[in-house]
């Protein structure tokens, strides 16, 4: 037998069971305080919604996210939308899907279809109407605890339906507008909590008994939705404000103001243990976290101003709010943006560094810019200067900043005004970078050669040669070692007066090495044009568990020799997207303080960790996984800029990490990125067996269906129960397994296996 497993199409960028997403938490040290800001993902017509009125959101615990709109029902899996309506499904002939619910014991997904309560369970329907017994829903369903669903057929009554029965209650209240439930309940004891327009009211259905709990009476029919703590205590959203229930008594948290056409209408617990409170009813949506027992509204600016039917947060930390113009994910931004808008000399950002005293400084196409607690500060112009090709930013231990900003040759900012301290130049040949040493040396690299100046201000010039003159990056090892990585030569090292240049046999992409990162193994980082390269240098060796340790042992240099892609033992190991990296050019590395490499890109930034890095390269597994950032994640633009320009990346005081990019320059703070660690259930979608459909999407509903098809479960019967499809000897030659994982994380870089 032939076995094909078909999966859903997508770009293959992040591993399977292990899709990475960002989450913020809480920084030690923020950036300023203000509002949470989150990107906006809309979901319309035009992406596969059956409607833009979305009226049900619901995600089951298979993964998939339900949304009812008044043209059909669509079933999201992060990629595509299966839309079911009256056209394609035989048991809903009313398109308008008012609510969704999911069973409690046999993951059945319950239906307010507008005519009838439809029960989706197997990839089947079943429809239940006034017909057979069954009284038609209004307004929202709530799962029953043994299985089933309450709903309210119109004020003042309740109905429970389980196991195919109906059970009704008619409570003692007036049947008005006032009395319509909005919410229902149920506690361990057996009773419910009710929430009605005027009020939260706990219902006994053995006795019949009816007591109002609160809030306090208010003027109108108010009363939103309720929500009970672990700790007993009451939330409740109206109309009036938030109000939560105490020993005693109700106390009011926040209060709508006056002439205000929005108030809280649902409260829900977040995965981090906060409470989301979501606002609407007229104009953009609203979205707050309580914290400390206070609200705090989030920034929507971004979302279409319309009223928020509905909003959920799905198992991975994402938000999800209806509207009338279709469906939006919300993601907390982790990456900050600095630009023009914030303050900046031009959006074309090129270098960055960190001053001692905590100024970030940026160099732009127009000008120096400085960065500290959130201020943006513009250094003066310099004369005569050619800024579209300024390149090299440093700021030395004394605070001045230098900058290759005059032709062929370095100036320096004072605190008062730019200066030449010394005449740092070789002749027509312009600056590529700066770098000052342990010993206080102002090091310069031009694309004709290195010089410097020492500490009495005399400038020197290396006469050595180096394998190419174009030099990138400068580097003073923890042995004392100067290094120079060329733009197409490859890494040259300077030792005891002579020059040594390493190179790799991959090419000159390969050779041209950029930027220079040391761990506190040792070993060194380079980044290059065509893959981020591990290099063991002189003086360091591997242990056996694949961790460099200093040792005095010499090695031959490693011009012209195979490169060690292919050899764990050797000295040098090239990554690329073979390994599992997202692209091949890194422009810059840096290191945070929980042993992840972060890498700047044209496509992005790049979370990796250095041990499964050190992992690869041993030989003991064959990818490591890459958390990517991008504009989905709050930068303006994905591609970051260096690579030729140094320095393209910092690691500030608190630990943050500074690249910059093509609009603006981008911080992320590695202590507010979280992995998701929710692996993404799978879910068989389709089976076929020799072309015929046996299980899945498209299959007939029981009544339509063959005598040989399997019966639709009773709805008691447990999650765990599951269907049994048996195939007889010889039957499928071709068995084809249609299958999907949901994750809503990163669902186009999900990999398949």
């Known amino acids: 037998m032939f076995c094909r497993m078909v999966q859903r199409t997508m770009t293959l960028c992040a591993a399977f069971v292990a899709v990475v997403a960002l989450q913020m938490s809480a920084s030690e040290a923020p950036l300023e305080t203000e509002m949470p800001s989150y990107h906006v993902t809309r979901y319309t017509a035009e992406h596969g919604l059956p409607q833009n009125s979305v009226r049900a959101l619901l995600q089951t615990s298979d993964g998939y996210i339900w949304v009812g709109t008044l043209a059909g029902l669509a079933r999201f899996d992060g990629v ?17 899907i008012n609510a969704l619910a999911e069973d409690r014991q046999d993951g059945s997904l319950w239906i307010n279809a507008g005519k009838g309560l439809l029960r989706y369970h197997n990839h089947k329907f079943e429809r239940f109407d006034e017909e057979t017994g069954v009284p038609q829903p209004f307004g929202r369903l709530w799962p029953a605890r043994e299985g089933g669903v309450w709903y309210s057929p119109d004020s003042g009554r309740l109905v429970l339906f389980q196991n195919r029965t109906v059970r009704t209650w008619q409570l003692p209240v007036q049947a008005v507008l006032g009395y319509r439930i909005v919410q229902i309940e149920e506690s361990e004891d057996g009773s419910l909590l009710v929430l009605m327009h005027l009020g939260l009211f706990r219902f006994e259905p053995v006795s019949g008994r009816l007591a109002r709990l609160g809030p306090p009476k208010a003027l ?52 981090s243990d906060d409470l989301w409170i979501a606002w609407s009813d007229e104009g953009p949506p609203r979205l707050a976290r309580l914290r400390s027992g206070r609200p705090e509204l989030g920034d929507l600016s971004t979302m279409a101003e319309y009223p928020m039917n509905e909003f959920i947060e799905d198992r991975e930390g994402h938000s999800w709010i209806g509207t009338e113009s279709g469906l939006c994910q919300l993601r907390q931004k982790s990456v900050r943006v600095y630009a023009r808008e914030q303050g900046l000399r031009n959006d074309f950002v090129k270098s960055v560094t960190a001053g001692l005293d905590g100024t970030i400084w940026v160099g732009t196409e127009q000008g120096v810019s400085g960065i500290k607690d959130g201020t943006v500060t513009n250094l003066p112009p310099v004369g005569r200067s050619d800024w579209g090709r300024a390149e090299g930013l440093l700021v030395d231990r004394r605070g001045r900043v230098w900058h290759g900003a005059q032709a062929n040759t370095v100036v320096a900012f004072d605190g008062s005004g730019w200066v030449s301290p010394a005449p740092l130049s070789m002749g027509e040949s312009w600056v590529r970078m700066l770098y000052e040493d342990r010993s206080g040396r102002i090091w310069a690299g031009f694309d004709r050669g290195v010089a ?41 090292r300077l030792h005891d007066g002579q020059i040594t240049s390493y190179t790799t046999a991959q090419g000159e992409f390969n050779n041209r090495a ?130 030729a320009i140094q320095p393209s990346g910092c690691k500030d005081r608190f630990g943050r990490i500074w690249f910059p990019t093509a609009r603006g320059v981008a ?87």
């Open 220 to 271: 109108d029919r108010s009363c939103r939705h309720f929500f009970r703590e672990a700790d007993g205590k009451i939330l409740v959203a109206a109309r009036e404000g938030l109000w939560r229930s105490g020993q005693f008594g109700w106390e009011k948290i926040a209060t709508v103001s006056e002439g205000d056409q929005q108030c809280p209408v649902l409260i829900a617990r977040s995965r």
């Open 514 to 643: 950029w930027w220079i990162h040391e761990d506190v193994d040792g070993v060194f980082w380079v980044a290059s044009r065509n893959g981020l390269n591990r290099f063991v240098p002189p003086g360091v060796e591997e242990s056996e568990s694949g961790e460099a340790e200093s040792g005095n042992d010499q090695i031959q240099p490693m011009a012209g020799r195979q490169s060690t892609t292919a050899n764990p033992d050797s000295r040098l190991f090239t990554f690329t997207t073979r390994h599992g990296l997202h692209e091949n050019i890194i422009n810059n590395i840096q290191e945070d303080d929980f042993g992840c490499l972060w890498l700047s890109g044209v496509q992005g930034i790049y979370r990796v960790s250095r041990h499964e890095l050190n992992e690869v390269a041993a030989g003991r597994q064959p990818r490591v996984q890459v958390l990517a950032f991008g504009e989905s994640d709050g930068m303006l633009n994905s591609q970051c800029n260096g690579g």
């Open 80 to 96: 595509k939308f299966k839309v079911f309506n009256s056209s394609n499904t035989p048991e809903m002939p009313y398109d308008a």
């Open 667 to 753: 911080v992320i703070d590695p202590r507010a990125v979280r992995r998701n660690e929710v692996p993404p259930p799978v879910v068989i979608e389709q089976v076929r067996a020799d072309d015929e459909l046996i299980f899945g999407d498209g299959m007939e509903s029981e009544a339509q269906g063959k005598d040989s098809e399997p019966a639709v479960p009773e709805p008691d019967n447990r999650r765990s129960s599951s269907n049994h499809h048996r195939l007889a000897a010889g039957r499928a030659r071709v068995l084809e397994i249609h299958y999907t994982a949901n994750s809503f994380a990163a669902p186009s870089r999900m990999r398949f296996k």
């Open 452 to 492: 410097w100046i020492d500490e009495m201000g005399t400038v020197h010039r290396l006469a050595l040669a180096l394998s190419n003159p174009d030099v990138r990056v400068i580097h003073h090892d923890r042995r004392g070692d100067i290094w120079f990585g060329t733009y197409s030569g490859g890494l040259n």
